[in-house]
């Protein structure tokens, strides 16, 4: 075992095989000529490299779509989250609305008043009954 880790690794300089090399790959592949192990033990290449022929060079064979598979409580989750994504995305637009109201309200009532609604004077909150200076019994 200290033996194999030792031994260096070889680095394979990479090859690019031609169109007509992997079309008779293929060919033999789907004429049952040869099998997808013996083209990878004869080319040198991986299975992933030969499956990619297939895909691109053969008519019978296309690399068919990924399923996704869900349980059915994730399906219904899912469902049950879009339906208050568009929930949500509907009381925002209420409410940009209500903003875009109240706004323009600001703006006509300040043109017609003649002074600035929307400015802030700093005014001391009222508390009540102290502010006024005057007894509210009576003699």
Same mark, same amino acid.
Request: with cysteine; glycine share 4%; hydrophobic share 30%.
């Given at each position: ?15 690019? @095989? ?7 790959? *293929? ?17 040198? *290449?991986? =299975? ?6 297939? =895909?691109?060079?053969?008519? =019978? ?10 349980? #059915? ?11 208050? *994504? ?14 875009? @109201?109240?706004? #323009? ?9 003649? @002074?600035?609604?929307?400015?802030? @004077? ?18």
């Amino acid at each position: 075992m200290k033996h194999e880790a030792k031994q260096k690794l070889q680095i394979r300089e990479r090859r690019i @095989f031609s169109d007509e090399v992997k079309k008779k790959a *293929v060919k033999d592949l789907i004429s049952k000529r040869t099998t997808i192990k013996a083209l990878m033990n004869e080319h040198q *290449v991986s =299975y992933q490299s030969v499956y990619t022929w297939l =895909y691109k060079y053969s008519p =019978y064979h296309e690399q068919k779509c990924t399923l996704v598979v869900q349980m #059915k409580s994730e399906e219904t989750k899912n469902s049950e989250l879009q339906k208050r *994504v568009a929930e949500l995305e509907r009381v925002v637009g209420q409410k940009q609305l209500e903003i875009d @109201f109240l706004n #323009k309200l600001l703006e006509i009532g300040s043109s017609e008043l003649g @002074f600035d609604l929307k400015k802030n @004077f700093n005014t001391p909150p009222s508390n009540g009954t102290d502010g006024t200076g005057k007894s509210t019994t009576s003699k």
